[in-house]
Every structure is written in structure tokens, then in C-alpha cells.
């Protein structure tokens, strides 16, 4: 059986994987000049920048499947976060681990004792659910994530301080609107394993995947125009003007692009992040994530990426990653000259010298409340055709790898 997977997003490369190691002959056709997707790692001077701020939780269970941990060589970073005020800083240790950490923190006055227990119940809560997906969390209503910690009985400052800036950076949306099954999922994760990145970089995940295929199997440079039909049946697509056929035809693209291949009534909202990196002449914050905690603030989250894995930046040199959550219309002089006033006022005559901007507008597709619920699933009503991509589970490496490999399943009649 030919099988052609449109996409070399982590959706794509895992289906086709699957795919592969079951004895299909598989093709996998990719627009841009290579895999990975939104997944991607460049090098510049020496330093490695991945295309936005992403992190790798070790303990999601489909990723697991296919990826090999030790070859990827992750880094860890350190549990907990920095809060920033400007000058005030409150370091929360490993909340979610180890209870004697909360008593330090308990001084600063960030978040209240009931606050602290609160923490411990909902990640004991949330490692007992047996899901493998935040899309399949379900149970009972959904809500938004901020109305669930605010039933919980969190304090609003804890909800401020904490809650917006370190889920904001993670479901990049600071009002908390995300569907709570987005939360309590990756409240599982970061109780239940690692936050870690790969040791030369975020894109390495997608190249591992890729490594499974044959070499001739993934062809970059190849953007599909459109599916190739015999009446109602997909039978193969059209790439630089040629026809391919195929027994079988996944897209596997952002929800944007296979709502215009396939018609299907995918998401159609988007989240994004802008993502600056900073040479700095010293390392700061450790290996910990540091979260604006300051009103409305430009920049989000920052992380001296180059502390966690050094292999991220020239030896001898340290290199910062600061992320905001809107500003895309800035010019790159703005988006630079904002990110060093929010961290000079963080650390004081730290020399910040400008190395790059990414614009991520499509970075996740928003999860409101319910969302999961109305989502498309792998299988089409078009004979021949299967869906496959993030939008099919939820917005994660996690959930585009599951939905991957029920695209493949879907494909071989499992
Ligand atoms: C900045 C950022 C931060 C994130 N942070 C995290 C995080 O910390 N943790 C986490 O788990 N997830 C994170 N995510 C989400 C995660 O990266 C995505 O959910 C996942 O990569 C989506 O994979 P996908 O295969 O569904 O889609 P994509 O990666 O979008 O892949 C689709 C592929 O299809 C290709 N394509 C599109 N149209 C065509 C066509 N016509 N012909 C051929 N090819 C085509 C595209 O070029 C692309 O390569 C983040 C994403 C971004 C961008």
C-alpha cells in the first residue's frame, strides 16, 4: 500500500513512522525546505535557536512511544519558577515535588499557605487521571482554566503572580480563557516527569522521528496544491503541477492549510508568541523559568536557555530567550528594545546584545472551554482521505504525535 502524508509537522513524521514500521510504502510531502513544522532549531553564530520558546515534558505518554529520551540527551530544568516584580524576586522551588520547598517561598508572600496545599492537591488530583491526551481528559463540564482555579479556591494574587504569567506562557494567554483539560493535563506532566529541552536543540525531536524513514521517503520543498479525486474518493495529489497518486492520501498540515486542501471544520482561531534571544555577558536566573508577574507586561517569560543546555550557545557565552505574547505588528528594534526594558528592570546594567526574532501568530490553536469535544477526528467521510495534525487532539508535541499514530492506525484499518 502508498500511502502519501502531507506535512513534516510531528503529526506527519509520526504517522508516517508508524506507517513505515507496519510495511506501507510511505512519502511524505513537505512544503517548507525541512521537517519538524512549527518544531524547529536554527543555528546562527554559533548559537542554537529554536523557533520560539518550547519545552519537552518527559512524561507524555505518546511521545514516549516513539522517542528515543537518551538520544535526544535532554536537559532539565530546574522545577519551580522566578517571579519578577522589577526588582522583587520569589523563587518558588518544586511546588508540585517536594512539600519542605514550599516553606522558603512561603515567606515571600507570592502565594498563601492554603495556596501551597491547594498546589499539592490539584497535581495529586490531576497524576491520577489516566488520560494520554489533554483532549482526552474529559470528565464532566469544561471550563476555562481560570474559572476551575478560582472554584478551586486559589487566592487572586497566587492566580496573578503565578498561575497567568506560567500558564500564559505555556497555553500563551494570560487571561486563563483556556479549556481546564489543557491545565490539569499539563499539571500531570510537570508533577509526573521532567520539563526538559534536547540537548541540541528543540528540533531535534522531529529529526529523530524523521531518522526512523527511509532517506528518499521525506521530500522537502514539495508544497501539495491540492488532492487529486475520482469522483467522491481521494486518490493522490497534485505537487508542482505533477500528479502523485497514492491507496491513500493523510494531511497532516496546520488546521489552516487542511481546511483548504480538505474542507474539514477544523479549528480556526490561533495563539501566538514572539520569541527574542539575547546574547548576555552573564548567566541569569539558572535553570529556572522566570515569569513576569508585573501588570500587563511585554515580555511574559524569559529563560537563560544556554544555563539548561550550554550546548545552546558558543562556550563562554550565554544566551537569553524572552518571550511576549502579543506585539506582533513591532518592528524588531521594538520587540528588542522592550524585551530589554522589562529584563534591565529584572537585572540591573545586565548588557543584553539583540541575536534574533521569531513571530510564531499560529503557534497553538486556541482551546477554549469544550473545544475538544467539537474537534475533527482521523477519519473523513472522503474515501481514501485522512486527517492528522494537532487539531484533531490538542495543542501539543503530545497531542499531534497521538493524533499521528491514529491517523496511521485509522489508515491500516486497525
Ligand atoms: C512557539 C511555539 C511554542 C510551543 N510550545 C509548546 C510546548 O512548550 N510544548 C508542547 O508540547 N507544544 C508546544 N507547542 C505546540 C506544538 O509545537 C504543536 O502542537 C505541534 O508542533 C503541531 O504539530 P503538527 O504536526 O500538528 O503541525 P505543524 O507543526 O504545523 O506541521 C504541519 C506541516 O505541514 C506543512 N504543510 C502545510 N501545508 C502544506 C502543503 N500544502 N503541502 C505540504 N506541506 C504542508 C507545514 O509546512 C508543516 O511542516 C508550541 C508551538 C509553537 C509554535
Known amino acids: 500500500m ?28 513537505e512544503a517548507s525546505d525541512g521537517v ?32 528515543d529520551h537518551a538520544s535526544l540527551d535532554l536537559r532539565t530544568f530546574d522545577p519551580g519558577a522566578i517571579l519578577r516584580r522589577g526588582r522583587e524576586e520569589t523563587v518558588l522551588s518544586d511546588p508540585l515535588r517536594d512539600p519542605k520547598a514550599l516553606v ?3 515567606l515571600s508572600g507570592a502565594a498563601t ?13 490531576s497524576v491520577a487521571q489516566g488520560t494520554e491526551s489533554a483532549g482526552e481528559a474529559n470528565g464532566g463540564r469544561d471550563s476555562s482554566s ?3 482555579v478560582r472554584d478551586r479556591g486559589f487566592s487572586e494574587m497566587f492566580i496573578h503572580r503565578f498561575f497567568r504569567p506560567f500558564y500564559g506562557g505555556i497555553f500563551l494567554d494570560r487571561s486563563l480563557s483556556t479549556s481546564s483539560r489543557v491545565l490539569r493535563f499539563t499539571f500531570k506532566m510537570l508533577a509526573a516527569g521532567k520539563t526538559t529541552i534536547p540537548a541540541r536543540g528543540i528540533g531535534r525531536i522531529p529529526e529523530q522521528l524523521a531518522s526512523h524513514l527511509p532517506a528518499e521517503a521525506v521530500r ?11 469522483g ?22 496546520d488546521a489552516p492549510s487542511a481546511r483548504r486542501l480538505t474542507g474539514a471544520p477544523v479549528p480556526e482561531e490561533a495563539l501566538g508568541q514572539i520569541c527574542a534571544y539575547y546574547r548576555t555577558d552573564r548567566p541569569i536566573g539558572g535553570k529556572k523559568i522566570m515569569l513576569n508577574s508585573e501588570e500587563d507586561p ?28 502579543g506585539g506582533f505588528e513591532l518592528s524588531d528594534e521594538e520587540v528588542f528594545r522592550r524585551g530589554v526594558e522589562d529584563v534591565s528592570r529584572w537585572y540591573p546594567g545586565l548588557d543584553l546584545a539583540p541575536l534574533a526574532v521569531y513571530r510564531v501568530p499560529y503557534s497553538q490553536f486556541d482551546q477554549p472551554p469544550g473545544i475538544h469535544e467539537r474537534l475533527p477526528g482521523n477519519r473523513t467521510g472522503t474515501p481514501g482521505l485522512v486527517l492528522a495534525g494537532e487539531y484533531t487532539e490538542d495543542s501539543s508535541i503530545n497531542g499531534s504525535m497521538l493524533s499521528g499514530e491514529k491517523a496511521a492506525r485509522e489508515v491500516l484499518g486497525q
Open 220 to 230: 522537502s520543498n514539495s508544497p501539495v496544491g491540492a488532492l487529486l479525486r475520482e
Open 104 to 106: 522558603p517561598s512561603l
Open 146 to 148: 481560570l474559572e476551575y
Open 298 to 325: 511585554f515580555v511574559n517569560n524569559a529563560v537563560g536557555i544556554s544555563n539548561v543546555s550550554p550546548l545552546y550557545a558558543p562556550q563562554g557565552e550565554h544566551l537569553l530567550s524572552v518571550v511576549s505574547l
Open 232 to 253: 467522491e474518493t481521494v486518490v493522490g495529489v497534485e505537487v508542482g503541477g505533477d500528479a502523485e497518486e497514492a491507496d491513500r492520501v493523510v494531511v497532516a498540515t
Open 113 to 125: 499557605f492554603p495556596d501551597k496545599l491547594r498546589t499539592l492537591k490539584l497535581a495529586a488530583a
Open 2 to 29: 502508498k500511502v502519501i502524508v502531507v506535512g513534516a509537522g510531528l503529526a506527519g513524521l509520526t504517522c508516517a513512522k508508524v506507517l513505515a514500521e507496519s510495511g506501507a510504502e510511505v512519502v511524505v510531502l
Open 36 to 67: 519538524g513544522g512549527r518544531v524547529r532549531t536554527d543555528e546562527k553564530d554559533g548559537f542554537l535557536l529554536d523557533r520560539g520558546f518550547q519545552v519537552y515534558f518527559t512524561a507524555y505518554p505518546v511521545s514516549r512511544r516513539h522517542l
